[in-house]
């Protein structure tokens, strides 16, 4: 009876981000991992998108609006005045912003990545890999949440058994990200059919890729092109998969949910240390930055030291034991207990 009335109490969750053609849907997408596990506690959590109308193809009808709120103060302040938590997971937005959220609403919750901001009251989250050697400064008010044990996994990697590993490589996955804006999938894909023309290669391949016209000319008979999947199409080409060859985003964690040992390469400067963050917990062989020299050496090098079964059981243990896969039940935990600290009796 108690978690129920606390449903009803705590009904306004407000997700306060960005995302769109020009900035991407980084933000967004991580949030709405987070929004379905919210929902899975029967809460309807709402977006306030800083964004472009793109992001209609991402978010359901009805579940959002799209303003400014890093700057329009008196329509966020609106927004707040009807918001009992709020998360926010911002680039853009500065100080001031965050500390009129803190000071509008019971519980504020900051997703972080590199402690952007001098953070007011409220809690602090970064379930980035490297997140715990950060440095956060202990200050009154605020809380941290850091570290993998936190990470907010789609919906479909919450529950998923033990990675079967096979003696031999068989299968490979290649996904890098939405868009390959580095055009690296081309590069491994005939480096993969060059040195092992024998492997399943499945390729994913994103919406925004502008590079489709040389992926295909790269395709062999042992290609499969996955286009645009979902959580379950990603799902099921991981459990398919003995090594998947990757960006440093957010698909690690997934793969190490699933166990998938990765090749890993940073397509960006803020993956750096996501890439060497994983390589040396020991679940992923970083490649390393996606302009240094000798790159493609550097990736087939990874690959080789993979393909032995106890580097690859190992990798698998690893991944599985960082990334449990209830952080975002772990992160409403928090929030529920934080909450009802703060309802007045």
Known sequence: MAAFLLILTMR???????????IGFGHLTRCLSLSQAFEARGYCPRFIVNGDNSVKS????????VFNWAEEEERLLRVLKETDVAIVDSYLAGGGVYGKISDSVRVPVYLDDNRRIDYPPGIVVNWNIYAPGLGYPAKNGVSYLLGPEYVSLRKAFWDVPGKKIRETVTDVMVTFG???SRNITPMVMRFLAAGYPGLRKYIIVGSAFKNLSEIEDAVDDNTHLVRSPDAEGMK???SASDIAVTSGGQTLYELARMGVPAVALAVAE???DNVEGWANRGFAKSAGYWTD?????TIADRFKRLLPVSERTHSSETGRRVVPGNGAGKIIDIIET???REVPQ
């Open 338 to 340: 934080k909450f009802e």
């Open 12 to 22: 306004n969750i407000t997700i306060l981000t960005e995302g769109g053609e020009n």
């Open 236 to 238: 099921t080409v991981m």
């Open 293 to 297: 020299d000798h790159l493609l050496v």
């Open 178 to 180: 939405g868009d390959d």
């Open 270 to 272: 803020n993956q750096r």
């Open 58 to 65: 991402i978010l359901k009808a009805g579940t959002f609006d």
